[in-house]
Each structure stands twice: as structure tokens, then as C-alpha cells.
């Protein structure tokens, strides 16, 4: 039988586990009951939403890369997102050079204009009061002519106070991938790599004891 105090420390690792897995951030789907905010950028094969749904996170693009927002969440299971620019929406101003936008907060257009559209890209849409990141994963290759996108800040997913539906896209960030066709890089989440050394941990406790002729 492990001891007493062997058997304390277990639990009280656990308990750890459980206050890391639970500080870590994660990402909702973007259908729901009552809504579907996927369609909102056409063009787009996958989306997700970071949560909580009111974080009001920021996309962080302060070197290094690793760093970024979208790399420290993994966001579609990648950790190598490179920054290419962004589309200011209030100020009208667009720093990508993969990509021309035009149109307000409520819904606009967006076109390709590289050459390589076999990359695989990403935008990455911010409101900021009380809600959070939303991300479109666009189709390889990029649809050629001018896409659609509209708000997908609505309620719900989001819930806002007051009359209000939806609320206005204050920032088009985009990313895109260097090495699309490689294997996907997420790295374990904290909580994953803790319960991982709790269960090595478990397993050197048991086999110490049985070696000693404890059971």
C-alpha cells in the first residue's frame, strides 16, 4: 500500500493539475444553439472562437512569433503563425500584402492579391468590448475575386447589453503559415504535460514500494 504522505503528495499534485488545466485558455466552435458565425467570411473552411467569450483579448504580434496570441493558443493546431499586416477597419488603413479589404464594421469585401494563394492563411477578427477573437481558417487555395466578410460579433454567441445585435470589427489580422503541408506543430497544453509527470510520478511511487516488498 503507498503511504500515507506518498500518497498526500499525489493528491495534492493533482490538485495542481487541476488549477493549471483549468487557467488555460481554450476555443469554442462557432455554431451553437441559436447561432452560426462560420459563413461570415466566405471563403473560409474552418472558424473558432477563443474564450472566454467576453476576454476581450488582444492578438498580440510582439516578437518573437512564438509569443503571438495565435501561437501561444495553438489556433487551429498551429504554433508557427507568421504575422503579415492588418486591416484597420475605423481607420481604413491595410498593412497586409497578401491581401486588399475594403468596408466598414458591419461587412466588407477582401481579395488576394499575392502570388502564391497555395499558402495557407488566416484572419483573425477583433471587436474588443466584451467579446473575444473570432478566426476564419481560409480554403487552399484562396478563393480568386472579391470574398465577403460581415461581422461575427453578434448576439449570440456574444451577449451584449442593452438593444444591441452586433457590434462592429475594429481589426482584420493576417496570418498565414510558411510550411502549410507540414505536420500540424501544437505543442501539449501545460495541463496536458502536468498530468503526463503525475501519471510518471505514480507509476515510480508504485514500482519503488513493490521493489521495497510494500503493497
Partial sequence: MITKIHLNFVLAGLGLFAVVAGSQAATISCTGQGYDISGNVLGASDCLILS??????NDSTSPPASSYTVNTESFFGQNT??????????EQTNSSSYFNFSGNGQSGGYGFTGMNNSMQFMFVLKDGNNTNL????????VLA???TYSTP????PFSFSGASSSKDISRISVYYLSDPGGP????????TIAMLGLGLLGMGL????RKGGQY
Fill in 81 to 90: 503563425w507568421q504575422f503579415d499586416g492588418k486591416f484597420e477597419v475605423t
Fill in 206 to 209: 508504485i514500482s519503488r514500494h
Fill in 153 to 156: 460579433f453578434t448576439s449570440p
Fill in 145 to 147: 475575386g472579391t470574398n
Fill in 134 to 141: 473570432v478566426a476564419y481558417l481560409l480554403s487552399t487555395p
Fill in 52 to 57: 472566454p467569450l467576453s476576454g476581450e483579448a
Fill in 184 to 191: 500540424s506543430t501544437g505543442v501539449p497544453e501545460p495541463g
